[in-house]
């Protein structure tokens, strides 16, 4: 079974960093990975998504602040976040698809993670 954790959320001034993590358990390889987020009142939206060949999509308010990436070996997701404005705070979660193993069993999934908060003040 796929397990996804978040962490790295918290609370920052307008203009701070914060890096998120997507830790994950289960997983045997990615075809595509990608944070979201929702703020209060609105629907969840895409934030940033690479493929496992590689090609990212950012959302165009995060364009040049955020960066998606991997560490393959530690099966861990990040989403660096730099110049934070008031307008991304919102509960982040990461999502992934590709196939998972349980003992000899392979199969396809698609999992999200619990999701974190991230509130940046002004």
């Known amino acids: 079974q796929v397990r996804l954790v978040e962490s790295g959320g918290g609370l920052v001034q307008a203009g701070g960093s914060l890096r998120l993590s997507c830790a994950s358990e289960?997983?045997?390889?990615?075809?595509?990975m990608g944070w979201y987020r929702q703020a209060p009142g609105n629907q969840r939206e895409l934030v940033a998504r690479?493929?496992?060949?590689?090609?990212?999509y950012y959302a165009d308010s995060m364009k040049g602040r955020f960066t998606i990436s991997r560490d393959n070996a530690k099966k861990t997701m990040y989403l660096q976040m730099n110049s934070l404005k008031p307008e991304d705070t919102a509960v982040y979660y990461c999502?992934?698809?590709?196939?998972?193993?349980?003992?000899?069993?392979?199969?396809?999934?698609?999992?999200w993670g619990q999701g974190i908060q991230v509130t940046v003040s002004s």
């Open positions: 690479q493929t496992s060949g590689g090609a990212t």
């Open positions: 289960g997983i045997f390889s990615i075809n595509a």
């Open positions: 999502n992934v698809n590709g196939i998972s193993y349980s003992g000899t069993i392979y199969k396809t999934f698609d999992a």
